[in-house]
């Protein structure tokens, strides 16, 4: 059995449960709190900010049906845009679905959506990374950037665009062609976001659940007003 916490304080105050859909119901209706899964019946709940995020945290994983190849679903968000912002991720990869996310204290929507791609895709490793990848996502913005040689044609200009003037984004534009140019199959599907695609939303929720978080946010080195 898992043992499901929801950390609303950093007193330790929250809720303890033994499946995931009660336990991010409480979550939705508590905003800033911290959803963690364990193994055994934890001795209290944890306070919000013990948790280590020099990584991207693995919400949840579990098991499912085998899909083709590897698929990735990714959100990102910024709130007030410029302002806290977050990015999730779902990597489904044989079956075994992953839940990443991770805060900031100021970025944008754009980085955030960035963000959550990278992310994604250098968590790949070995021999997965030859197999056939497809991210899901609903930023044109980022799935233009590379599918249409946007990015690749800022990169040859020295990050500038046809009219001269600067690339925004540069340091994860450079980030996001360096892995996508190592993954031979990789290839980019547009989702119309907040239309019921399930697993779309799923990372809507959890790029706003980061983007709303108290402590361990991250600082976004790269962010330039």
Known sequence: MKYHTVSTSKSGHGAVFTNAKDAKEYQKNHLGSAYQVFDRMPGKIPPLGAVELEKPVAIEKRVGAPSEGIQIYTDGS?????????????????????????????????????????????????????RSIVVHSDSQYTINGITKGWAKNWRRKGWKKADGKP?????????????????????????????????????????NGAAQGVD?????????N
């Open 78 to 130: 910024a709130l007030n845009n410029p302002g806290p912002g977050g990015y999730g991720v779902i990597l489904m990869i044989d079956g075994e679905y992953t839940e990443l996310a991770q805060g900031y204290q100021h970025t944008t929507n754009n980085r955030m959506e960035m963000m959550a791609v990278i992310t994604a895709l250098e968590g790949i490793e070995g021999a997965d990374r030859k």
């Open 167 to 207: 690339a925004l984004n540069p340091d994860l534009w450079k980030r996001m062609l360096e892995i996508a140019e190592e993954l031979p199959k990789l290839s980019f599907k547009w989702v119309k976001g907040h239309a019921g695609d399930p697993l779309n939303e799923r990372a809507d929720e959890l790029a």
């Open 216 to 224: 361990g946010m991250r600082v976004d080195e790269g962010y330039v």
